[in-house]
């Protein structure tokens, strides 16, 4: 499950930062603080963006279960649920 909460929460994360740098009309900005202080983020991204295409409808379900061992161990759960709801907000596959 930390694995899982490793990659789906790092997923959610860029994705939705870049949209919402994109909603508010200042993603020119963090696109060339992406070059310019970590150059990889722009392919992880486009990484990120697929992989929510593929799958990301289906990991707001498992975002309870992620958040298990993080309550177990005393840590706060609120990425995991943060997260869920953000997944809650993408697209689902149509039918067919």
Do not use: C, D, K, S
């Given at each position: 499950m930390t694995y899982a909460a490793w990659t789906e929460?790092?997923?959610?994360?860029l994705v939705g930062?870049?949209?919402t740098v994109r909603d508010l009309h200042v993603d020119d900005a963090l696109l060339a603080e992406w070059a310019r202080s970590q150059p990889d983020l722009a392919g992880r991204h486009a990484a990120a963006v697929e992989a929510a295409r593929n799958k990301g409808w289906?990991?707001?379900e498992e975002m309870p279960?992620?958040?298990q061992p993080?309550?177990?161990a005393g840590k706060?759960?609120?990425?995991a649920d943060a997260?869920?709801?953000q997944f809650g907000r993408w697209p689902r596959p149509t039918d067919g």
């Open positions: 929460i790092a997923t959610v994360l930062v870049h949209r289906r990991w707001e279960q992620i958040a993080f309550t177990a706060p759960a609120g990425f997260a869920a709801e």
